[in-house]
């Protein structure tokens, strides 16, 4: 089958045609811009296959009701550009194929459940830490919505006493995406997380708000498997002390051998690294099709 796959973030697209055991034959980026000028791109990538079924992994809010009359569009996201724009609805116009529709995050999840650190597994989480803190889940081999969908990258965490921060969520303040997203660190600290690599303090703070999102996830879902990705996650030291954080958190209380001693193998960095997205995307335009 070839299908096309699109994991579409704050951003930037990332494109792919492919097929439903997650090869990748052809791939291309382009930045997020105006929805026309970046869907002009988007649709001309594709333009000269011959494209069976398509699979979109959103950033988001978006709308998955497949029976609410703005199912597939980006809702109410603060890129006013792009808030009510009907994603699934401009794709099918060029394309009249089936086309499934998800979160960035919960795509990634299935790409990594089907294809990377998850494979052989009935339930993975998938976060990314970048300009938003976003988290997918397989819960029991499926996809987890919901009502709307989850939006576990704002839960609310207990501030370190010694971090005054006020937080950068523009809804919450100090929710989890306001503490600890790319931009929160950049503003806590005036500098770019790239830049600020040798700073010790600042990766043990980023862990110390991480961990207790992952220790709340891992008591309410109890998934098999906690990949970690995103720009933020690039600084490889953060994930050891996020392991020794959640460990700590939990104290002893998930009695698991993965949590009391092989931490880590399940707080993992992506096994398709930055693919995870576009081959989840692949996996819901395999799913579409059936
Ligand atoms: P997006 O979330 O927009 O899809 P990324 O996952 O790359 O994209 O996240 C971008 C954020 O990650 C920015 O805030 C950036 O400062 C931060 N970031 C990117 N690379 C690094 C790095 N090597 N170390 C620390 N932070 C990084
Ligand atoms: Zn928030």
């Not at 709307?148 to 006493?161: D, I, K």
């Not at 008591?219 to 030291?237: A, D, F, R």
């Not at 989840?280 to 059936?290: D, I, T, Y």
Request: net charge negative.
């Amino acid at each position: 089958m070839i299908l096309g796959a699109i994991e579409a973030g704050g951003t930037k697209f990332v494109c792919a045609i492919g097929d439903e055991q997650g090869n990748i034959h052809e791939r291309a980026v382009f930045p997020t811009t105006a929805p026309e000028e970046t869907m002009a791109h988007v649709i001309d990538f594709f333009r000269p296959h011959r494209i069976e079924a398509i699979g979109i992994g959103s950033f988001g809010p978006v709308d998955l009701r497949p029976d609410s009359p703005t199912y597939g569009y980006i809702t109410s996201t603060p890129k006013q550009a792009w808030a009510q724009f009907d994603f699934v609805g401009t794709m099918k116009q060029h394309f009249p194929v089936p086309i499934g529709f998800d979160t960035d995050v919960n795509a990634a999840a299935l790409g990594e459940l089907r294809w990377g650190a998850a494979q052989g597994l009935d339930s993975c989480l998938y976060m990314t830490v970048g300009t938003g803190i976003g988290v997918g889940a397989v819960v029991e081999g499926r996809l987890l919505h919901g009502m709307l969908h989850p939006e576990m990258g704002h839960m609310f965490v207990r501030r370190h006493p010694d971090d005054a921060f006020a937080g950068i969520c523009p809804y919450h303040g100090d929710c989890l995406e306001g503490m600890a997203s790319g931009p929160a660190i950049e503003r806590r600290w005036g500098k770019k997380g790239a830049e600020l690599a040798d700073r010790h303090e600042v990766w043990e703070l980023e862990a110390f708000y991480l961990a207790q999102a992952i220790a709340n996830y891992i008591l309410v879902l109890s998934p098999e498997k906690v990949i970690t990705g995103g720009g933020v996650m690039k600084q490889t030291h953060v994930l050891p002390l996020v392991r020794r954080h959640v460990q700590e958190l939990l104290n002893g209380y998930v009695q698991h051998e993965t949590i009391l001693e092989k931490i880590d193998e399940y707080i993992v960095l992506p096994g398709l690294g930055d693919n995870a997205g576009v081959a989840g995307a692949l996996a819901l335009a395999a799913a579409a099709n059936e």
